[in-house]
């Protein structure tokens, strides 16, 4: 199985700052037939199920704000908020697709400082 | 709309057998591959079993093979899981969620997720 990690475990950050998310796979997820990272993030709001932000590692779902953006390729990504709304307090988490099973990160807390 | 509701959760004996149902609407159920997806209270989110669109195919996580069995009726927008031999590690919220893809990991992750049904395993 792939094992995903992410660092932090939590985070505060002040209204207004940049928040940063790492994750890392155990092997590359990215597919050489089609040049994509097979990399989804989900943001998980107290009480609330998961929700998608991002696959293919960068690519946004639709009605996600732009001040949330995913990058990296390989085992490594990365999503940042760059301006943190209180809105976005929540747990974040990264899951790989590449192979079954279908793997998460532990998640990331994020809180207002 | 979009929308999945979970039932069937409770309070389950070790040993038990419940079956957790998953109503769909407002989308073509039977053109998406759908999985159920689990999280034990304070914990992070564990993928349990993945179907695809036709029910021709099913998959599961290690820690449930052999005593989980996914399943749909495509006739009544429906997706089952039937769990059996419960431990108390299952104690859970179990969510549904519909993939982006026709067959399990031919999409781009999870877009559409229930509420969740709480499964509770102890005597």
């Known amino acids: 199985d792939i094992v995903m990690t992410q660092s932090p475990d939590s985070l505060a950050v002040s209204l207004g700052e940049r928040a940063t998310i790492n994750c890392k796979s155990s092997q590359s997820i990215l597919y050489d037939y089609d040049n994509k990272n097979y990399l989804a993030w989900y943001q998980q709001k107290p009480g609330q199920p998961p929700k998608l932000l991002f696959y293919w590692a960068s690519t946004r779902e639709s009605g996600v704000p732009d001040r949330f953006s995913g990058s990296g390729s390989g085992a490594d990504f990365t999503l940042t908020i760059s301006s943190l709304q209180a809105e976005d307090v929540a747990v974040y988490y990264c899951q790989q697709y590449y192979s079954t099973p279908p793997t998460f990160g532990p998640g990331t807390r994020v809180n207002v400082k | 709309e979009v929308v999945l509701l979970e039932s069937g959760g409770g309070l389950v004996q070790p040993g038990g057998s419940p079956r957790l149902s998953c109503a769909a609407s407002g989308f073509t159920f039977s053109s998406y591959a759908m999985s159920w997806v689990r999280q034990a209270p304070g914990k992070g989110l564990e993928w349990v079993s993945g179907?695809?669109?036709?029910?021709?195919?099913?998959y599961y996580a290690d820690s449930v093979k052999g005593r989980f069995t996914v399943s749909r009726d495509n006739s009544k927008n429906t997706l089952y899981l039937q769990m059996n031999s419960l431990r108390a590690e299952d104690t859970a919220v179990y969510y549904c969620a519909k993939d982006t893809g026709t067959y399990h990991l031919t999409g781009h992750g999870m877009d559409v997720w229930g509420q969740g049904t709480t499964v509770t395993v102890s005597s």
């Open positions: 179907i695809s669109a036709s029910g021709g195919s099913t």
